[in-house]
């Protein structure tokens, strides 16, 4: 995002070296694709069932066995940012991290888990004591979904002309590759009907604080400082995906010498997530197949914690 890191860590609580006075958090983060456990964070399963109109008839739909996702920031936030730097977040991976940290990576199809170990937690009003306060955010910055896919058979002969275009990601390219009828690739080609590439594609996903979900600035315009669907500071031209599949999280910092656990729960259900259309000569398992990721696909994630 441009532009974005260096008003970021202006507002963002730093986490310190441990302090004997202080209270610490300790924080790990487990990746899925269990679904549909928790009622009253999700839609059914029939609601996220629905199609696209434009491609040609909807073929199929297939299911991702490897799916891994690279994270460039990842956080809970309080309210949206603002100059007066009262607001609390939890910032576990953020833009000065190496990029090839493992801290990076979330591998859904292998249960991953992530150990965050921030030490005391501090701020710039001094050492938290106690206080309590509301994580109305959950966010993720996405440098790119990485999936592996078995395509049906009958593509053995095929050529399908969208997987030999280049797609760009701001300063990155990527094309993708089929092994054994096993299709290698990154996101953007199943995404790039959200918007126009030349805005940029989406790539922020900002849950909580709204009660909807939708794709926010398609137009590609300036979004400020300090916004509600741009909850981070700094501004950007991108899309931003928006979904109200969270509830608000609560915590009560550590007392003095207290320690506790904080563990987050991401899933992603991805199960027919890949849809597969007939494309412009509505002819089924041709070469102008359309592949992309069924609607609302954001709205498989949930997002859960727990803390001890």
Partial sequence: MKKVIGIL??????FSCKKEESGTIIFKMK???SQYNTKSLLKSKLDLENFYN????YITSITPHLFIAKFGMLGFQEFYSNPDNT????????GNIPDDDPTKFADFTNNAVVNYTP???????????GTQFTFNYFYFFLDYF???????????TIDIDMFHHVYANYHYFYDSVIVNNVLKIMHWPFTDHLSNPM??????????????TFLFNTEGNTIPNYSVNWPFGGSTINPIIRSNNYSPITLK???????KEMIGYVSFDLENLIQIYAGADNIPYNSDDIFIYAPNFWERIKVNVIIE
Avoid: R, W
């Fill in 119 to 129: 030490g005391g937690l501090t701020n710039d009003h001094g050492l938290y004591d």
């Fill in 146 to 156: 990485y999936q592996e896919v078995n395509l049906p058979e009958q593509y053995d």
């Fill in 199 to 212: 805005n940029g594609y989406p790539s922020a996903f900002v849950f909580g604080n709204c009660d909807s």
């Fill in 54 to 57: 434009g491609y040609g008839d």
């Fill in 253 to 259: 910092t550590p007392d003095s010498g207290e320690t």
């Fill in 9 to 14: 860590i202006l507002t963002f609580f730093l």
């Fill in 31 to 33: 990746y899925s694709t």
């Fill in 87 to 94: 607001n609390h977040m939890l910032l576990f991976i953020k």
